[in-house]
């Protein structure tokens, strides 16, 4: 079909706080820090003209919304290599942010650097997608929640976010979780995958403990200290800020993998 392309911006208006539900079904979807007193700023194109991006705003309430229906979201047939989705959209810093992002399959990278995330939860089907958090959060984030599909992904400063609680739950795939950043306190951590490697990269200076349950999956952890099944770093039971790691994984390998702070 003809490509459309289409700009969107939602003013950020007097809004204190604001809920975001981003709905992305096939494609390539980018996310950044955009300007402070724009809510939203998006570029959309796109050559199936169902899949017009729907914009809906209801009090502090905003959804950006793949348009059809999940049903027509995925490739049509014999159109792979000529459709075009690709979405570039920018979220203010200036207010709190509980942010829900659903892609089903696609590729692309979510730099939530900077943002106000005060509850962050992430649906990602099939795909390759990179998350960052290169800077601290300025808010308080108290639950992160990854759910992945077959997918490849890397989160890469996840201190920086600093959830107090995040869990993950992963499909098949490569799940490369980065925890470097400024944590400013302890954290709770709960992954579960099906088949597929794990990479934890886990900080010297901040005590780690990592319990492995489920099937008999190889672990490889140079520098950890193994009980049964935990694995501690040396700072553990030492460091001010811990983070206690719980994995069980079916069917794969972990790597366990200290960085320098």
């Given at each position: 079909?003809?490509?459309?392309?289409?700009?969107?911006?939602?003013?950020?208006?007097?809004?204190?706080?604001?809920?975001v539900e981003i709905v992305f079904g096939a494609g390539v979807l980018n996310i950044e820090q955009g300007s402070p007193d724009e809510l939203l700023s998006g570029a959309f194109s796109y050559?199936?003209?169902?899949?017009?991006?729907?914009?809906?705003?209801?009090?502090?309430?905003?959804?950006?919304?793949?348009?059809?229906?999940?049903?027509?979201?995925?490739?049509?047939?014999?159109?792979?290599?000529?459709?075009?989705?690709?979405?570039?959209?920018?979220?203010?810093?200036a207010v709190p942010l509980d942010l829900d992002i659903k892609a089903g399959a696609g590729q692309g990278t979510l730099d939530l650097s900077g943002l106000q995330l005060t509850s962050l939860a992430m649906t990602m089907g099939a795909g390759d997608f990179e998350i960052l958090f290169d800077d601290p959060n300025p808010a308080e984030l108290a639950r992160l929640t990854l759910d992945t599909g077959a997918s490849s992904l890397e989160i890469t400063g996840i201190g920086n976010a600093a959830p107090r609680y995040l869990k993950v739950q992963g499909g098949a795939g490569d799940l490369t979780l980065d925890f470097s950043g400024a944590w400013p306190e302890s954290a709770t951590i709960d992954i579960a995958a099906g088949v597929g490697s794990?990479?934890?990269?886990?900080?010297?200076?901040?005590?780690?403990?990592?319990?492995?349950?489920?099937?008999?999956?190889?672990?490889?952890?140079?520098?950890?200290?193994?009980?049964?099944?935990?694995?501690v770093n040396?700072?553990?039971?030492?460091?001010?800020?811990?983070?206690?790691?719980?994995?069980?994984?079916?069917?794969?390998?972990?790597r366990l993998i200290e960085i320098a702070d």
């Open positions: 079909g003809e490509l459309r392309e289409q700009q969107e911006v939602v003013p950020i208006g007097d809004a204190d706080r604001a809920e050559n199936v003209a169902e899949w017009q991006p729907q914009i809906t705003q209801e009090d502090d309430r905003l959804e950006v919304r793949q348009g059809g229906t999940r049903d027509n979201w995925g490739i049509p047939t014999g159109r792979v290599g000529t459709i075009r989705n690709e979405w570039a959209l920018a979220l203010s810093p794990l990479t934890l990269r886990l900080p010297a200076g901040i005590g780690v403990e990592v319990e492995t349950r489920g099937a008999v999956a190889p672990v490889e952890a140079e520098g950890f200290e193994k009980s049964g099944n935990t694995y040396g700072a553990f039971g030492k460091a001010e800020i811990e983070l206690r790691i719980e994995v069980t994984l079916g069917v794969g390998e972990i």
